[in-house]
């Protein structure tokens, strides 16, 4: 299957099958799709030199693979192209508090994708990849601010991670003791959700007076993050 023919149904391997807690998985494409969109930031997980190594990092996607890049000296990203990684992406949405212990969890939505990274190098893909990066954590800003010039380009690795084999976990609703023996215990049980919103852009203290922010900034105010 090629990048273009990715399936709305993601393909059950060996590593995306779910095992424990199976009611919370899904290998449904379009809630992947969903959850990459609401996020900018994933875990990179490498292991270099024997070694595991977990490295957070903005991400842009473009529904069939995964942009990531850093400094062409990131010792993670230099292991990265031939070598399997497992990317995460997570967003938390709420803390179950239940009657025991045992039971509290988190209300959460995640994303594990699994592969071998491809080293961009093409030019076209290379720009068209950083332009997905740079909008996937703000629409509109690469328009706006001044865009890789050939130094920044060559200092700059950028990888793409095929999104064909990945999976989803969400978790949703209140804690799951509510009609068993500790329903008995009286103390209070429940969900305390957990929403991150966008502040108000704050200037740099350097700005020239009377240089206000894009509105594609303001407009990002108040509302939700992930
Ligand atoms: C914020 C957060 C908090 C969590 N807290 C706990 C906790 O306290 N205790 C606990 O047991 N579990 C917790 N989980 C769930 C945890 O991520 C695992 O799904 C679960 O523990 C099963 O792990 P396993 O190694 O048995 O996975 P397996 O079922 O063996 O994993 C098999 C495959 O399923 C897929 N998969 C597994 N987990 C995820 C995932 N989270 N997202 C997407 N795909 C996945 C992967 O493709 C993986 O290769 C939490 C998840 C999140 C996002």
């Known amino acids: 299957m090629t ?28 809630q992947l799709d969903a959850i990459l969109e609401a996020g900018f930031i994933c875990h990179v997980g490498v292991v270099i030199d024997g070694t595991p190594m977990v490295v957070p990092t903005v991400y842009g996607s473009d529904g069939r693979n995964l942009y990531f890049h850093g400094s062409v000296a990131s010792r993670s990203l230099l292991a990265s192209p031939g070598a399997a990684v497992c990317v995460t992406v997570t967003h938390v949405d709420g803390l179950v508090l239940a009657r025991s212990v045992f039971e509290h969890g988190v209300n959460y939505r995640s994303a594990m994708v699994h592969g071998v990274p491809r080293l961009v190098a093409d030019p076209d893909e290379k720009w068209a990849g950083l332009r997905c990066l740079t909008e996937h954590a703000t629409p509109g800003q690469w328009a706006y601010a001044r865009q890789p010039n050939r130094k920044e380009l060559a200092a700059t690795t950028l990888l793409a991670l095929s999104l064909e084999e990945a999976s989803v976990k969400i978790r949703t609703g209140g804690p799951d003791d509510g009609e068993g023996p500790d329903a008995a215990l009286g103390n209070w ?27 594609h900034i303001v407009n990002r105010s108040n509302t939700r993050a992930s």
Request: glycine share 8%; charged share 30%; no cysteine.
């Open 189 to 215: 049980a429940g969900v305390l959700p957990l929403a991150a919103t966008w502040g108000a852009p704050e200037p740099d203290p350097r700005l020239p007076e009377g240089v206000e922010p894009p509105q």
């Open 3 to 30: 990048n273009d023919q990715l399936s709305s149904a993601l393909p059950e391997t060996d590593r995306t099958r779910h095992r424990r807690l199976r009611e919370q998985g899904s290998l449904d494409r379009a």
